[in-house]
């Protein structure tokens, strides 16, 4: 047609370009107003010709603003859809670099159930919460506009908010209103519990998950091996092994511990089972209740020790170390439990191991000799008469003489003269008087004819005090 200019009724439409033709067009319904043209067309002719809006993708013209909808331009009349919640709105939503929703822009929210169910059958909500939608009904869930957004709700009050949108839509709409959101319930809350952490890649979404039962605050998610504690629950307690992990106290392995300052369980000593403190290193105290296996207590201490460990100078008696007699180098129990019975001495210090007795003593100990015919040297026992000796009783076979070979003589006891054997006046032989012209005394034989005597005589004064058998002394002869 090429037309420069059309009748009233008809509106000039360039549909091919390149020809530049102009056609004119017939409004299909002027009642309607409703258009059969493109709609960039359209738009411009609401406007102009009948001074009213157009919706965005239509080609109707309206006289006013609809529900749900808002002014994008105000040259053509052009209105856009508001975000799905919204009755009536001053713009679209504003998102974020992300693409979630900062804003939806909401005048006023959606007000009636049907509008609701509506906006969750058009948004594809899935079907696992619809039947939640329509199960609580009851609950009378209401629109609630905070800051230009809307959002579907129940029980709302100050500390509690539950939404009935599906989770992932929830994040921003907790925040919404200044509160946190479970992780995996749809419901937000005003002041998290100590109970619960931010999770680390939600920080800008106010999602939170419960800490660990053994957690009274916690720094993250937790696992079997690592519950994350801050803070333990009553009951739980952390270790030294771990600053984050808190283990039920009856888990506790029994050589630990719990220091009353920190509330935490250190290890006992190593020789420990279990133990009421650390090793103490001022007084060498392990503390230990009961020792493990392998190991004893030391009478009279908290200390446990291995007997190899403590280079044998001590024995055990009925599960417990005592200390060897002081002069061991090693020791056993005998069997009056006595804690001498020496198993051998420190030959550095002079000490010896005395036969018999399994004491240790210096090699000078009274009535014993010490025997270097060993590998190592022993104290042997001297013959009853002496005090010290070099060796113990010889009998002489040719003599028929046995030698005491004594040193000294032992109290009581004196030397017969020119021998080393000692003798009381017990078990002297006949004829012999103790000479105590000088000290020390010493045993001397009689003159032949005494019996016994005072002092040595000779034929002319034997100073006998009785006589041999078969004689008798002078004075009982009859005249």
Not at 109 to 137: A, E, K, P, Q, V
Not at 236 to 259: A, G, M, V
Not at 453 to 465: E, I, N, S, V
């Amino acid at each position: 047609m090429n037309c420069l200019t059309c009748s009233e009724d008809k509106i000039i439409y360039e549909y091919n370009i390149d020809e530049h033709l102009k056609s004119c067009f017939v409004i299909h319904d002027d009642k309607s107003k409703t258009f059969y043209i493109p709609s960039s067309n359209i738009i411009s002719s609401c406007k102009q010709k009948y001074g009213e809006y157009i919706i965005e993708n239509t080609n109707k013209c309206i006289d006013k603003i609809q529900e749900g909808y808002y002014v994008a331009n105000e040259t053509t009349g052009l209105l856009s859809k508001c975000y799905q919640l919204c009755k009536f709105c001053s713009g679209g939503i504003i998102t974020d670099s992300t693409g979630k929703t900062i804003n939806m822009q909401c005048n006023e929210c959606l007000d009636d159930i049907d509008s609701l169910m509506d906006f969750f059958i058009n948004t594809n909500i899935r079907s696992f919460i619809m039947s939640r939608i329509y199960n609580r009904i009851n609950n009378n869930p209401i629109m609630i506009r905070n800051d230009g957004n809307c959002f579907v709700v129940v029980n709302y009050n100050e500390s509690n908010i539950s939404f009935f949108i599906d989770i992932q839509t929830m994040y921003g709409n907790c925040l919404f209103f200044n509160k946190s959101i479970f992780y995996g319930e749809n419901k937000c809350i005003s002041k998290p519990e100590h109970t619960f952490y931010v999770l680390d890649n939600d920080r800008n979404t106010g999602v939170i998950k419960n800490c660990s039962d053994a957690c009274d605050y916690c720094l993250g998610d937790f696992s079997s091996e690592n519950t994350n504690c801050l803070n333990c629950s009553k009951g739980y307690y952390k270790t030294e092994d771990s600053n984050t992990n808190c283990i039920l106290e009856s888990l506790i392995k029994p050589n630990y511990y719990r220091n009353i300052f920190d509330n935490i369980y250190y290890k006992c000593h190593e020789n420990c089972c279990n133990c009421t403190a650390g090793f103490n290193v001022f007084d060498g105290n392990m503390n230990c209740i009961s020792c493990k296996e392998g190991f004893y207590k030391l009478n009279g201490t908290n200390n446990c020790y291995n007997r190899t460990l403590l280079n044998g100078s001590y024995y055990l008696k009925e599960d417990m170390l005592f200390h060897c007699d002081k002069n061991c180098l090693t020791c056993s129990k005998d069997k009056n439990n006595l804690s001498n019975n020496c198993l051998s001495c420190d030959i550095n210090k002079g000490l010896y191991l005395v036969e018999k007795l399994n004491n240790c003593e210096y090699s000078n100990y009274s009535g014993y000799y010490l025997d270097t015919n060993h590998n190592i040297p022993i104290l042997k026992q001297c013959y009853n008469s002496c005090k010290t000796c070099n060796r113990y009783f010889e009998y002489n076979i040719s003599t028929n003489v046995g030698n005491h070979n004594c040193i000294e003589c032992k109290e009581g006891y004196y030397f017969k003269y020119k021998t080393i054997n000692c003798y009381d006046n017990k078990t002297i032989e006949e004829s012999y008087y103790l000479d105590k012209g000088k000290t020390p005394y010493i045993w001397k034989k009689c003159y032949e004819r005494c019996k016994t005597c005072d002092k040595y005589g000779d034929f002319h004064d034997m100073h006998c005090l009785s006589c041999k058998t078969n004689l008798i002394k002078e004075k009982e002869l009859i005249p």
